[in-house]
């Protein structure tokens, strides 16, 4: 009998009891629907009960609905077969048959752990755990591991090499895919720890951090969905590339309730994807910037009156440029400026009643007198312009023209030509998000337009100001402060956040429990105690439990051990993985004139992509991107379903079959986490690297 019969058998086997699960699986999604169908029906009977008893059942079936139609690609994905005889069969949700009985154990279930855990040392009972390969509802092939060799009844059949190697072999694609067959023990750990204080999943490129973070996402929401999904789940990672490389994971996984946002997206109405050059990404993201805010957030309005005079009966009443200041002063001690709006109109007519000498006005008095100057457009229009209402943008707008004067002494010449140069761009950059995000904290909101205040001049809104409006309207915050927070925070790449990247997510997180991932040899801030310092804020004190993940699953060992020379000149003792496959394929690195870097770039490029079935990725340093887009414009369009031209910092968290690495000394040269850069750019590839530059400084220094 040949192998590829007895696996043929097995096949079979398997797909009679897959069938058996699906039947079960349409009867359930049956009856969800037929819910929906009633739930919509009870609507019309009239009465008010009626239609919260229908809104929440037709909630809830087609939620249901919506899990069961998210579980049914490749539903059942494992098999345990126990020393005790008994058969568990696992699957992205649970599902039980017509008595109640198991028929499929949701693979975050606690009886699913073992297909997680068990191992050839420690087979914990269980003597062959199965993977089942499948394609929607079809078995199309079998990996097993026999645990327990002893102990196997003599017909028991096991076919394959292992599921974890075969599925770290395929092709990748544009995304990346949920790994709920072949979780690692000791990424299985990380997935179920339980939701307190941080989590901090650390280890080298490749090991599964991104992956096993989202699966953690999915297990927390399985423990406790009220909890979290009613308070939200923030995942957060580096870029919106990177975003829509994991944006399938979650609801492969049945889990839609997730909100992702790259660190530019974080703040609702803003959508930046933009980096700012090193020294002014690296001022921006620095708590240096703090205090500058502060002062900025409180500064006059540029073009501010500086005076107000009125007359009013027999006075002249007057506000000079001193007694305003006192009044600004007192206003903000109080309240942030924002909030202060609604006390302006009084405080001002206070200052101004206190004038008051003359026989006819003291007659009419004080009640008289605030009629009269509130309602007169003169004095409106003073306090419009002297105390406008600010959206945290417009702060952000006035910055060039602030940080000379209010810097204070926080940033050098050089960082603050870099910040003018930045922020001489209408469009905020990535780095610009924290800073908006705090301006929106320290001006505070305005008081709700609801807020039926007589004193509140809003009502009274001039031609200026709504023009003013509808500049800002773009960039407007659509969410309240209040609103900002969540359960869960959850930050891939967490190397790379700056200080002010820490505060903006802190705000977000002050009760929420955190899952933070990260490698340091392949941080891109500059400055990681000040880092260190934010998080430690950020994190209030809570309690931290640490996962480090050590296998490599996605270089070959050949393109990692290069990688790994690169990290040990980029940081003092990196964490390396251990990466598990030999393909035999060399990187290859070509040292080439300036005259044809282009071309070799093309032709290197070209043959990556006749070598592998997946994605290939050009990397270059950011001063080469927009140049080499228009020489290499005929191959990206010719490839553009599976080429791509990125700068190193794009390339976070990412993976390619092939990547072709235009100018490495470009790339450790770019700023001082250079040779950082470089050792993330090395680690994207599955399969092929090439290296092509016009110099190679860099190769000497590892060799
Ligand atoms: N248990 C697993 N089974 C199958 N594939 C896996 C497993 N763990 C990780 N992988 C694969 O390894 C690759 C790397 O995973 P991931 O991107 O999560 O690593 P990472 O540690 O976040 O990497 P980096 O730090 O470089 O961003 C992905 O293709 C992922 O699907």
Same mark, same amino acid.
């Given at each position: ?9 097995? #096949?079979? $086997?398997? +797909? ?45 079936? %087609?939620?249901?609905?919506?899990? &069961? ?47 997680? +855990?068990? =191992? ?159 020294? !002014? !990404? ?72 206190? +004038? ?15 009629? =009269? ?48 140069? %930045? ?74 956040? %700056? ?16 899952? #933070?991932?990260?490698? +340091? ?54 964490? &390396? ?31 990556? &992509? ?19 887009? $228009? ?57 092929? &690297?090439? =290296? ?9 220094? #590892?060799?």
């Amino acid at each position: 009998m040949s192998g590829d019969n007895a696996e043929q058998r097995e #096949i079979e $086997a398997e +797909q009679s009891y897959v069938d058996t699960v699906y039947e079960r699986l349409d009867a359930s999604a049956k009856v969800a629907r037929s819910l929906v169908v009633e739930g919509m029906a009870r609507g019309h009977v009239g009465n008010e009960g009626g239609l919260v008893e229908r809104d929440a059942m037709v909630y809830q079936a %087609s939620k249901r609905l919506s899990a &069961l139609n998210a579980a049914h690609d490749g539903l059942v994905f494992g098999r345990l077969n126990m020393l005790n005889g008994e058969s568990r069969y696992i699957g992205r949700i649970g599902v039980r048959d017509a008595d109640r009985e198991i028929l499929l154990i949701d693979w975050r279930a606690p009886a699913a752990a073992l297909f997680y +855990q068990a =191992t050839a040392q420690e087979p914990a009972g269980v003597i062959r755990r199965r993977v089942l390969r499948c394609s929607n509802d079809q078995v199309i092939g079998i990996e097993d591991d026999l645990l327990d060799g002893d102990n196997a009844p003599d017909d028991m059949v096991v076919i394959g090499e292992g599921a974890l190697l075969a599925s770290l072999t395929r092709a990748r694609d544009s995304s990346m895919h949920s790994v709920v067959a072949t979780i690692q023990k000791e990424q299985d750990e990380a997935i179920r720890a339980p939701a307190r204080g941080a989590t901090t999943i650390g280890g080298g490129p490749g090991t599964g951090k991104t992956v096993v973070a989202l699966h953690r996402a999915a297990y927390l929401l399985y423990t406790d969905r009220r909890r979290f999904e009613s308070g939200g789940v923030l995942v957060v990672g580096p870029s919106s590339v990177f975003m829509s490389y994991i944006e399938r994971v979650l609801p492969s996984l049945g889990e839609t309730s997730v909100t992702l946002r790259s660190l530019g997206e974080v703040v609702d109405g803003l959508r930046a994807a933009r980096h700012d050059d090193p020294v !002014a !990404a690296a001022a921006k993201g620095s708590s240096r910037m703090v205090k500058f805010l502060a002062r900025a957030a409180a500064a006059p309005s540029p073009g501010a009156p500086s005076s107000f005079r009125y007359f009013y009966k027999d006075d002249v009443l007057r506000l000079d440029a001193q007694q305003l200041e006192r009044i600004r002063r007192q206003l903000l001690a109080g309240s942030k400026r924002n909030r202060a709006y609604a006390k302006v109109p009084s405080a001002l007519v206070d200052a101004l009643w206190r +004038q008051v000498r003359g026989e006819r006005a003291l007659e009419k008095g004080q009640e008289g007198f605030v009629e =009269t100057i509130t309602t007169d457009d003169r004095f409106v229009d003073f306090v419009e312009q002297w105390w406008p209402p600010v959206e945290p943008i417009e702060v952000w707008r006035m910055l060039p023209d602030l940080i000379d004067q209010l810097a204070q002494g926080a940033f050098n010449a050089k960082e603050i030509a870099a910040l003018k140069e %930045s922020w001489a761009s209408e469009e905020p950059s990535i780095q610009d998000v924290p800073l908006i995000d705090e301006l929106r904290y320290v001006i505070g909101e305005l008081p709700d337009s609801g807020d039926d205040d007589d004193d509140n001049p809003k009502q009274l809104m001039s031609f200026e100001r709504r023009e003013r409006e509808e500049r800002v309207d773009r960039f407007r915050s659509t969410q309240s402060i209040e609103d900002d927070s969540f359960a869960h925070v959850l930050v891939d790449e967490a190397q790379d956040l %700056s200080p002010m990247q820490w505060r903006m997510l802190g705000r977000r997180g002050r009760h929420a429990s955190w899952t #933070i991932v990260g490698d +340091q040899a392949q941080s891109s801030w500059p400055y990681p105690q000040e880092a260190a310092a934010a998080r430690r804020s950020a994190l209030e004190g809570k309690p931290e439990h640490a996962f480090r993940l050590s296998t490599n699953y996605r270089n070959s060992a050949e393109i990692y051990d290069l990688a790994a020379k690169v990290a040990a000149v980029a940081v003092p003792d990196p964490d &390396l993985a251990e990466a598990v496959r030999r393909t035999g394929e060399s990187p290859q690195h070509h040292t080439v004139a300036e005259s044809e870097l282009a071309d070799t770039v093309r032709r290197s490029a070209e043959e990556i &992509l006749g070598r592998v079935e997946g994605t290939v990725a050009i990397v270059t340093p950011r001063a080469r991107l927009e140049p080499l887009r $228009a020489e290499l414009a005929d191959v990206l369009s010719r490839h553009a379903d599976r080429l791509r031209l990125l700068d190193g910092l794009d390339t976070k968290g990412l993976e390619f079959d092939g990547v072709v690495v235009v100018e490495p000394d470009g790339i450790t040269d770019e700023s001082s986490a250079g040779w950082r850069t470089l050792y993330v750019v090395l680690t994207r590839a599955t399969q092929l &690297l090439t =290296t092509v530059g016009t110099t190679d400084r860099w190769s000497s220094r #590892i060799a």
